[in-house]
């Protein structure tokens, strides 16, 4: 799996956010987007997924050399956003069975098991709304993390974590996450210091 962006550029009415931004992710590899608060990270992430239209240049999936089109893009990826809602009336686990219909996760773990990776396996017969925003954060974690999809992309990924869930996260990148294509966006090192490369978006503000 590869992604590439070519002389990308996204603007919000007359700013651009980012502009001339040529770049290529290749699967098996961790990406860091930093820059501070505002600086166009989350609009980046998007624009990669697809869910934010780019204002110039392409962003192009391609898998084994074959162009993935923008409509089946959604298949090969996976997301956890502070931007994207759970399901509040379900249970963590009809949650994930829920999200396992359309997106399966990783075949060799139950949905209990990866309750368990998560560390929510004693909440299991709680609606989410009644969930902390730290156990929220871990059920946007599993549902990104374990399906079964080659590129994972994380905004803000230790959002309302405490040490521990930060440890989790940690361990989930380690354990699971090594032959993907992974790219977070985040200005919190402890998100990204796995990243071996590293996209500042503040380089490319200006053309
Ligand atoms: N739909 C939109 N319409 C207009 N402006 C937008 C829109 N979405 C984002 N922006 C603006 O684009 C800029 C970049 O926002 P973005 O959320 O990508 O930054 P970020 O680097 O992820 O920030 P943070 O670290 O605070 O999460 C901000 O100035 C924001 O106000």
């Not at 987007?33 to 239209?53: C, Y």
């Not at 869930?165 to 032959?179: A, R, S, T, V």
Request: charged share 25%; net charge negative; proline share 2%.
């Amino acid at each position: 799996m590869q992604i590439t962006l070519a002389d990308a550029g996204k603007r919000f009415n007359r700013d651009w956010i980012f502009k001339s931004l040529d770049y290529t992710f290749v699967q098996g590899n961790a990406y860091a987007i930093i820059g501070n608060n505002g600086s166009g990270k989350s609009t980046l992430l998007q624009s990669i997924s697809g869910a934010v239209e780019l204002s110039a240049g392409q962003c192009n999936w391609s898998m084994d050399l074959a162009k993935i089109s923008t409509e089946n893009v959604f298949r090969y990826m996976a997301i956890a956003a502070p931007s994207l809602e759970l399901v509040e009336e379900m249970t963590a686990k009809e949650f994930l069975n829920f999200h396992s219909v359309f997106k399966p996760f990783v075949s060799h773990l139950s949905i209990n098991e990866i309750l368990e990776l998560v560390q929510l396996s004693s909440a299991t017969k709680k609606q989410i709304r009644y969930f902390s925003s730290g156990m929220k954060q871990r059920v946007k974690l599993a549902q990104a993390i374990f399906s079964d999809v080659p590129v994972i992309l994380l905004d803000e990924p230790c959002t309302n974590l405490d040490r521990s869930g930060y440890n989790l996260y940690h361990q989930l990148i380690k354990d699971f996450c090594k032959e993907k294509l992974v790219i977070v966006s985040s200005n919190d090192e402890e998100e990204y210091f796995f990243c071996s490369e590293k996209i500042d978006i503040r380089d490319y503000k200006i053309s």
